[in-house]
């Protein structure tokens, strides 16, 4: 059975379970329609509820059970003491990093999200931006809209095939993105919080020494403090005049103003990006260049991947307060459930 597949079985032995409840259900962002279709087919959900009138919220906070999320959302202990009932948070997204998950631990609140299901979609977008700026795609194709080819040819991009990728953060996406860069018969190494000898990658202790080995330097690793900035103007120096920058991760692994020096000056060669760090605000200092490629934030944005995460979103919300066995709970909570 498929992925989709599998998660939409487990959700239709919910439903089949537990019709309409009198739960009380947060949502402390726009979640994706289709998550948050589900949660109402179920639970009484209340959405951005604690933003509004803070008398009717101090009456609604003790009922709250369960919050739904997004991947940018931010759930902080402030709000988690706010709800005492509260027994998850299920985020539709990877990354969590918005969520104060040790704050939810101490509180006894379960903390979830949707890994695996758009591993495959991320990837193929770091190896399109990949594509993209190398063979400077966006550029050709205005090259031909505007009527410019009979004028003369673009200039030559740079060959993708053979080069050398560095890979910060070696988890599923990770991985993903390196078996699609094997069949462009690329070198691959890497840069994680342990060396992973199973890889048969090279592996290296920093992204400045990574970078300072690579072409290419592909960033797919967890957002939050411990990654702010990861990638600095020491590592983009490293990266060389030659080299690439693509990030698919989050805008706070990378110093944007860093970046933008790097790029205007040639420190590096060019960027893709998917992420920012004030999202949906990308600075015109980014958009105004001409060797980078921009997409907002749209690595996981195909039609199945999305309904995918929000069937496993949604059987979380409903493993969790149901007394049944989370399926995809966050690595700190796994931790805490074995220590």
Known sequence: MSTVGFFGAVMLKFEQEQVVSELDILAVAKVHPLYLQALKSVYRVHELAHEGDAAAWAALAPRIVGVAAGGESSVPAS???QMPQLQLVSVFGVGYDGVDVQAAIKQGVAVTHTPGVLSDDVADLALGLMLSVART?????????QGRWPAGPMPLGRKVSGARLGIVGL??????????????????AYTARSEKPASGWQFYASAAEL?????FLVVITPGGQGTRHLINAEV????????YLINVARGSVVDEEAL??????????????DVFADEPNVPEALWSLTNVVLTPHMASATHQTRRAMADLAFANMQAGLADQPLLTPVPECLAARQA
């Open 171 to 188: 988890g599923r996406i990770g991985q993903a993105i390196a078996r699609r860069a094997a069949a462009f018969d690329m070198s691959i």
């Open 137 to 145: 795609i966006p550029q050709a194709d205005q090259h031909v809209r």
């Open 260 to 273: 933008v020096h790097a790029l205007q000056a040639g420190v590096i060669a060019g960027a893709g990006l």
């Open 79 to 81: 709000l988690l003491a």
């Open 211 to 215: 970078a300072a080995q690579v072409d």
């Open 236 to 243: 983009l120096k490293a990266l060389g005049p030659k080299g």
